[in-house]
């Protein structure tokens, strides 16, 4: 079955914790990305990758951190956690295509910093 | 500035009724316009998009109109079914790059028995 899979799917941490949210496809996407999602703001890219050893700063990088150093996965690091960054996250992969714009989502992790 | 943006929160329909769910843009220069379903607890899930020099797109049961004219897009669903229930988001995309999907903030729809 295609699918992204995120892991944790809820993680309750505290201010300064360094975590990893985990992002694997199986899908041979090129492209990956990161998302927040805010009550009222939508979802908002973080950063993204459009193939290994290539990641870019999306629109609210800031706190956040990114490797791609295989294919199918595309973990997001935040190395000192702050409430601010409570939110809820999703992982996105699609084919690196200008044509294509069905993004395959994970089913999300919500992320309480306190 | 760059911005997909709806206008209204939230709409509440009765089964069996049609719904329409309205978003304005403001980048012309987007390539398509594209909508998002998204269920409690799971992650959005594509319906349709429809390309820049189209004016209208069908589905089953939903239909994408876009006016370039007033820059709006809207999704129509036919038949509104519970399983329809959802935060709705339209989205835009220009070129394969960084801003490969803009999305809107939602639009939440209650379908009433």
């Known amino acids: 079955e295609a699918q992204v899979t995120q892991n944790p799917r809820y993680l309750i941490t505290v201010t300064g914790k360094k975590l990893t949210v985990t992002c694997s496809q199986n899908m041979n996407h090129e492209y990956m990305s990161w998302y927040r999602q805010d009550p009222g703001l939508g979802l908002r890219q973080i950063y993204y990758?459009?193939?290994?050893?290539?990641?870019d700063k999306g629109d609210v990088p800031e706190g956040y951190k990114v490797s791609r150093k295989e294919k199918r996965n595309f973990p997001l690091i935040l190395e000192s956690p702050s409430p601010n960054q409570t939110s809820l996250y999703f992982c996105?992969?699609?084919?690196?295509?200008?044509?294509?714009?069905?993004?395959?989502f994970g089913q999300g992790t919500r992320l309480t910093v306190v | 500035g760059e911005s997909v943006g709806l206008h209204l929160p939230t709409l509440s329909v009765q089964e069996g009724d049609n719904s329409i769910i309205n978003c304005a843009y403001s980048n012309s220069a987007s390539d398509y316009f594209i909508w998002y379903k998204q269920e409690s607890g799971k992650g959005p899930q594509f319906i349709i998009d429809?390309?820049?020099?189209?004016d209208k797109r069908q589905g089953q049961r939903v239909t994408v109109l876009l006016n370039k004219t007033v820059k709006h897009l809207s999704l129509q669903i036919a038949a509104t079914q519970p399983g329809d229930s959802a935060v709705y988001f339209c989205a835009e995309k220009k070129g394969t790059g960084r801003r490969a999907l803009t999305f809107g903030s939602g639009t939440r729809l209650q379908v009433q028995p």
């Open positions: 429809i390309r820049s020099n189209m």
């Open positions: 996105a992969s699609s084919p690196w295509d200008r044509k294509n714009t069905e993004a395959f």
């Open positions: 990758s459009m193939n290994v050893e290539v990641t």
